[in-house]
């Protein structure tokens, strides 16, 4: 892959983390609940991490990244989206947060599993792992406040 296809692709990734730290810290400023603002404020800060690591990623031109990822359980997947509102109660607010990060980790895998250049799927397939890392922690946060009961 050339270094022009490789910067298009890290672009896309970086705005796809500032979409995401602009969405968080828009519902942080508007939230009504003190939990609800902090746990959005503390989301856009990492997604505002996650773009300066794919900042520096794409100017050293490192095409051979590793992110660690995690175990999928699948939490998100069986929750429904909830209505976005500024006076969401905190559970509410990180289902809405595990929803979009479950997008963000479909839209990579999709993009992966339709190219068929190695080095191109493999980028996408590390992309996706970065975000399968911030959809566990937030679905082990889900489970924690959604299933309190078991602790």
Same mark, same amino acid.
């Given at each position: 892959?050339?270094?022009?296809?490789f910067?298009t692709?890290m672009?896309?990734?970086?705005?796809?983390e500032v979409e995401?730290?602009?969405f968080?810290r828009?519902?942080?400023?508007?939230? /009504?609940?003190?939990?609800?603002?902090?746990l959005? /404020?503390?989301?856009?800060?990492?997604e505002?991490?996650?773009k300066?690591?794919l900042?520096e990623?794409k100017?050293?031109?490192?095409?051979?990244?590793?992110?660690?990822?995690? /175990?999928?359980y699948?939490?998100s997947?069986?929750?429904?989206?909830?209505?976005?509102?500024a006076?969401m109660?905190?559970v509410?607010?990180?289902?809405l947060a595990?929803?979009?990060?479950?997008a963000?980790?479909?839209?990579?895998?999709?993009?992966?599993?339709?190219?068929?250049?190695?080095?191109?799927?493999?980028i996408?397939t590390?992309?996706?792992?970065?975000?399968?890392?911030?959809?566990?922690?937030?679905?082990?946060?889900?489970?924690n406040m959604?299933?309190?009961e078991?602790?």
């Amino acid at each position: 892959m050339d270094k022009r296809e490789f910067d298009t692709i890290m672009e896309q990734a970086i705005e796809a983390e500032v979409e995401s730290y602009e969405f968080y810290r828009d519902v942080a400023n508007k939230a /009504t609940n003190p939990a609800v603002k902090q746990l959005f /404020t503390e989301f856009a800060r990492e997604e505002h991490g996650h773009k300066e690591q794919l900042e520096e990623i794409k100017a050293k031109g490192i095409q051979d990244f590793d992110f660690e990822g995690a /175990t999928d359980y699948k939490v998100s997947e069986k929750v429904d989206l909830p209505l976005l509102s500024a006076d969401m109660k905190p559970v509410d607010a990180i289902a809405l947060a595990m929803k979009k990060e479950e997008a963000a980790v479909k839209a990579y895998s999709h993009l992966a599993s339709s190219v068929n250049n190695p080095a191109l799927q493999r980028i996408y397939t590390e992309l996706a792992q970065m975000e399968k890392e911030h959809k566990a922690r937030m679905e082990d946060l889900y489970t924690n406040m959604a299933f309190g009961e078991v602790w």
